[in-house]
């Protein structure tokens, strides 16, 4: 089993709509999660932490379910500005055991 | 502030040649890190700093060197360029390590080996 799980997708949403990603991660003591979002050709950049008790940053909603061991990404009211490949980052302890996953891709569609 | 900075955005190298790949953060960041990133792939670690004068192995060092000489700066040396290494290559530097502290990544370079 890979130690971070993404389905590579394309989601492809119209304007408008919500859409949810999950990432499963295989190691039960992993720490820190997060979510970063990569544009075509660019470099990946941070867009929320996932807190236990979930959290909310605007349309998006970051959610960490320990006992299934997953985290969730949803976003609310797509935008075509929203069209981006979404990775899901797993921080197991430290610099050296952080695991980027493949990354989910998402196509808002006007 | 610039962030992270990387140079050169695009290199084509042949089979056997040398190149360093710079990287500078003007954030004062004690925590820097190599990452290559392969089509369909993760992230994968190459070497991490965890200070100037101090750098270790990631996932996958074979192939590269780096140095630190100072908070600023951590350059990546490939001494004999493989077609296995290209890939898109991220310079990353955080404020701390440990759980809560995401990465600034520099824009990449592109790095085509022939």
């Known amino acids: 089993r890979k130690e971070v799980e993404q389905d590579p997708g394309p989601f492809n949403v119209p304007e408008g709509a919500t859409v949810a990603f999950n990432c499963t991660y295989s190691?039960?003591?992993?720490?820190?999660f997060f979510w970063y979002r990569q544009d075509c050709r660019k470099e990946p950049k941070l867009l929320m932490s996932?807190?236990?008790s979930g959290n909310e940053d605007g349309r998006f909603t970051a959610q960490l379910n320990r006992a299934s061991q997953y985290i969730s990404l949803l976003i609310r009211d797509s935008k075509l500005s929203d069209s981006a490949t979404y990775l899901c980052?797993?921080?197991?302890?430290?610099?050296?055991?952080?695991?980027f996953g493949t990354g989910t891709k998402l196509q808002v569609i006007p | 502030n610039a962030g992270v900075t990387q140079t050169p955005k695009f290199r084509i190298l042949k089979i056997g040649q040398s190149m360093t790949l710079q990287c500078t953060q003007d954030m004062n960041h004690n925590y820097m890190y190599w990452y290559r990133q392969d089509p369909g792939m993760g992230l994968k670690l190459i070497y991490y700093s965890v200070g100037a004068g101090i750098t270790d192995k990631g996932e996958v060092p074979n192939g590269y060197n780096v140095s630190r000489s100072t908070t600023e700066d951590f350059p990546l040396r490939l001494e004999l360029a493989a077609p296995s290494q290209t890939s898109v290559y991220f310079c990353?530097?955080?404020?701390?390590?440990?759980?809560?502290?995401?990465?600034?990544f520099g824009s990449g370079t592109r790095l085509t080996v022939v």
């Open positions: 980052v797993v921080n197991s302890g430290g610099y050296q055991k952080v695991t």
């Open positions: 190691n039960s003591a992993s720490q820190s």
């Open positions: 990353a530097s955080s404020q701390e390590t440990g759980p809560n502290y995401g990465y600034t």
């Open positions: 996932v807190y236990s």
